[in-house]
Every structure is written in C-alpha cells, then in structure tokens.
Nanobody, 117 residues
Framework: QVQLVESGGGLVQAGGSLRLSCTAS????????MGWYRQVPGKQRELVAT???????NYADSVKGRFTISRDTAKNTVNLQMNSLKPEDTAVYYC???????????WGQGTQVTVSS
C-alpha cells in the first residue's frame, strides 16, 4: 500500500506554467510505475503521463511537447512540469502509482489545476 500526496496545483493564465509534485510513502520502496491522470466533471479520468521504474515515459498526445514527467526514486516523488498551459488542461490532477505492476492503482487526493483564457 502506497500513500500519495499531491501539491502544486493552482490558477494560471493560458500560456503559463505549473509544476505538480507527488510524494509517495508506504511499505514499498521501489514503485514500478507512477503517473498523472486528470479528470473534469462529466468525463472519465484520463491518462496524462506515466513513468516507470526504468524511467520510460508515456504521454497523452494532447500534452506531448508541453508536459514533462520525471521522478526521483530516492525521494519517492514524481513531478509533472506543465508548460504552455491551455484552458482545456483545466482539471483535477491525480497522482497514481502501481507499485508492483499489478494493475491496481493507488491514488492521491487530487489537486486542482485551472487555466484561464
């Protein structure tokens, strides 16, 4: 079981930047995959980016070239640098982790990101 706590959400203008951070704690030291998802009211939660223990990354097409995911294994953190933000990026962003690649995600509480026009 892994506990995840996000930080860094807020309100920014279109074209601005924001950096999200997520800190993991729990009994598992090496987490197979960590990532970020986002959700808006009335829509399904969607993948934003993931990063594996081997630092292999995956991005949604909508954020490629604008967002960068990174992790610091020693600090048990995963970060999401968001640049060139658009209003359509507005959502609650959730940190997620699959410690042992078992297909069951641990979720953070979510952090609101709002991008104004």
């Amino acid at each position: 079981q892994v506990q995840l706590v996000e930080s860094g959400g807020g309100l920014v203008q279109a074209g601005g930047s924001l950096r999200l951070s997520c800190t993991a704690s729990g009994s598992i030291v090496s987490i197979y995959v960590m990532g970020w998802y986002r959700q808006v009211p009335g829509k399904q939660r969607e993948l934003v980016a993931t990063i594996t223990r081997a630092f292999v990354t995956n991005y949604a097409d909508s954020v490629k070239g604008r967002f960068t995911i990174s992790r610091d294994t020693a600090k048990n953190t995963v970060n999401l640098q968001m640049n060139s933000l658009k209003p359509e990026d507005t959502a609650v962003y959730y940190c997620a982790a699959d410690p042992r690649n078992m297909g069951v995600l641990n979720w953070g509480q979510g952090t609101q990101v709002t991008v104004s026009s």
